[in-house]
């Protein structure tokens, strides 16, 4: 079987079983992320192994599908910004701040502290805490969808906590490095400052000044799907200058690119093209590949009590840390918790994090495979524990922003 077969044979595998499984999750009251979620795990190397079938032992198959995945994600994030509006997010500014600040010190807290429980230098255990510390927003963003809040107070604060939590994390994560290695100093570290701040001011002033007129002129020419195209275009270069510019996560890229398409009118183009290419191709592989990614019999015996500590200083450090800080920024007591409910999820930054450490010679593979798992479990709670969150409040309906006459 020749390798674009092999492709094309697991491409089916996994997108029936995605949305098999979704329907399957739906059904029994949960959102259709955690059963795609869940099947992925069952399809990889924990159990079924599907990457590594006689018939599937092209080795760059694996590659493949995570670079799909990585553009899943990406669509993901662009969906959710593209249903916002920047008003919206600076509403509940103080509360996402606040939020932020409060997951992420009492991550760094607990996960230093159950690094020295089991013996890791202080060096090892504060990497530990940080690599804790990110958030990965995508799970929550997905579900909140699902259950028509992604627009509601809880919802804005969510995703404007889950921005600057990426900011703060990474450039917590670079003084460590800066301080570590001895390299670079305060000199390094305002350089990091400046390039973020370069990315966000750049690409803010283009979206808001440069992108509504260039979209009203790909939607005057005679091009098929023209303005997808486009969109498609300016996400990805969003994304990449995230990264290269930024030294941010692509997610922030590509949330921001959908925040700035919201405000024009060409959105009731793009929203149906970006989500149907999203949510019928790309999102699911996202999903999938999660639990193919993942083999737990890897794991050693040892980590089992490692990994219990460290999932609950996830867990509480985001669910109690971010939902204290949104208290504090005004938030109900109850709208708290589900906020900080919707934080516990961790992913591809809190991997970055803890590869890098473990590259570096500062966390021991015990260490990492705690971690892998944390994210594994996070991710796989984080859903039903919102849907929980949110059963005794009846959904709060959409935001509705008057658009000014200088947006149309």
Not at 170 to 176: D, G, N, P
């Given at each position: 079987?020749?390798?674009?077969?092999?492709?094309?044979?697991?491409?089916?595998?996994?997108?029936?079983?995605?949305?098999?499984?979704?329907?399957?999750?739906?059904?029994?009251?949960?959102?259709?992320?955690?059963?795609?979620?869940?099947?992925?795990?069952?399809?990889?190397?924990?159990?079924?192994?599907?990457?590594?079938?006689?018939?599937?032992?092209?080795?760059?198959?694996g590659?493949?599908?995570?670079?799909?995945?990585?553009?899943?994600?990406?669509?993901?994030?662009?969906?959710?910004?593209?249903?916002?509006?920047?008003?919206?997010?600076?509403t509940?500014?103080?509360?996402?701040?606040?939020a932020?600040?409060?997951?992420?010190?009492?991550?760094?807290?607990?996960?230093?502290?159950?690094?020295?429980i089991?013996?890791?230098?202080?060096?090892?255990?504060?990497?530990?805490?940080?690599?804790?510390?990110?958030?990965?927003?995508?799970?929550?963003a997905?579900?909140?969808?699902?259950?028509?809040?992604?627009?509601?107070?809880?919802?804005?604060?969510?995703?404007?906590?889950?921005?600057?939590?990426?900011?703060?994390?990474?450039?917590?994560?670079?003084?460590?490095?800066?301080?570590?290695?001895?390299?670079?100093?305060?000199?390094?570290?305002?350089?990091?400052v400046?390039?973020?701040?370069?990315?966000?001011?750049?690409?803010?002033?283009?979206?808001?000044?440069?992108?509504?007129?260039?979209?009203?002129?790909?939607?005057?020419?005679?091009?098929?799907?023209?303005?997808?195209?486009?969109?498609?275009i300016?996400?990805?270069?969003?994304?990449?200058?995230?990264?290269?510019?930024?030294?941010?996560?692509?997610?922030?890229?590509?949330?921001?690119?959908?925040?700035?398409?919201?405000?024009?009118?060409?959105?009731?183009?793009?929203e149906?093209?970006?989500?149907?290419?999203?949510?019928?191709?790309?999102?699911?592989?996202?999903?999938?590949?999660?639990?193919?990614?993942?083999?737990?019999?890897?794991?050693?015996?040892?980590?089992?009590w490692?990994?219990?500590?460290?999932?609950?200083?996830?867990?509480?450090?985001?669910?109690?840390?971010?939902?204290?800080?949104?208290?504090?920024?005004?938030?109900?007591?109850?709208?708290?918790?589900?906020?900080?409910?919707?934080?516990?999820?961790?992913?591809?930054?809190?991997?970055?994090?803890?590869?890098?450490?473990?590259?570096?010679?500062?966390?021991?593979?015990?260490?990492?495979?705690?971690?892998?798992?944390?994210?594994?479990?996070?991710t796989?709670?984080?859903?039903?524990?919102?849907?929980?969150?949110?059963?005794?409040?009846?959904?709060?309906?959409?935001?509705?922003?008057?658009?000014?006459?200088?947006?149309?």
């Open positions: 079987m020749t390798p674009f077969l092999q492709l094309a044979f697991e491409l089916v595998i996994i997108l029936l079983a995605a949305k098999a499984a979704g329907y399957i999750s739906t059904r029994l009251g949960q959102p259709s992320v955690l059963g795609e979620l869940i099947i992925g795990v069952l399809l990889g190397p924990s159990l079924i192994d599907i990457l590594h079938l006689p018939f599937t032992n092209n080795p760059s198959l590659t493949t599908l995570s670079e799909l995945s990585e553009l899943g994600v990406l669509l993901l994030m662009f969906i959710a910004g593209l249903e916002l509006h920047l008003r919206e997010l600076a509940h500014r103080r509360v996402s701040l606040l932020s600040l409060g997951g992420l010190l009492l991550s760094i807290g607990l996960g230093l502290g159950a690094g020295r089991f013996g890791m230098s202080n060096t090892a255990a504060l990497l530990l805490g940080l690599a804790l510390a990110a958030t990965s927003v995508s799970i929550s997905r579900t909140l969808m699902e259950l028509g809040l992604l627009r509601s107070r809880v919802g804005l604060s969510l995703l404007g906590a889950a921005v600057v939590d990426d900011i703060l994390s990474i450039l917590a994560f670079s003084i460590f490095l800066a301080i570590y290695s001895g390299n670079g100093g305060i000199a390094g570290l305002a350089w990091i400046l390039r973020m701040f370069l990315f966000l001011s750049i690409a803010t002033a283009f979206g808001l000044w440069g992108l509504p007129p260039l979209a009203r002129w790909v939607e005057r020419l005679s091009i098929s799907q023209g303005v997808l195209v486009f969109a498609i300016v996400l990805l270069v969003y994304g990449l200058a995230a990264e290269l510019v930024g030294q941010m996560a692509a997610i922030i890229g590509t949330f921001l690119a959908g925040l700035m398409f919201a405000r024009t009118p060409e959105k009731s183009i793009i149906p093209g970006i989500t149907a290419l999203a949510y019928g191709f790309f999102v699911p592989i996202f999903f999938i590949n999660i639990g193919l990614s993942v083999n737990l019999r890897e794991l050693q015996p040892g980590a089992i490692l990994i219990l500590l460290v999932a609950m200083a996830a867990i509480l450090g985001k669910l109690l840390g971010a939902a204290g800080g949104a208290r504090l920024g005004g938030l109900p007591g109850n709208e708290s918790i589900q906020l900080g409910t919707g934080m516990v999820a961790r992913g591809e930054v809190t991997l970055i994090i803890a590869a890098m450490g473990s590259q570096a010679g500062l966390m021991d593979s015990l260490a990492f495979s705690s971690i892998v798992a944390v994210v594994l479990l996070s796989l709670i984080t859903p039903p524990l919102l849907r929980f969150a949110f059963s005794h409040l009846k959904p709060h309906p959409p935001v509705l922003i008057t658009r000014e006459k200088s947006e149309k």
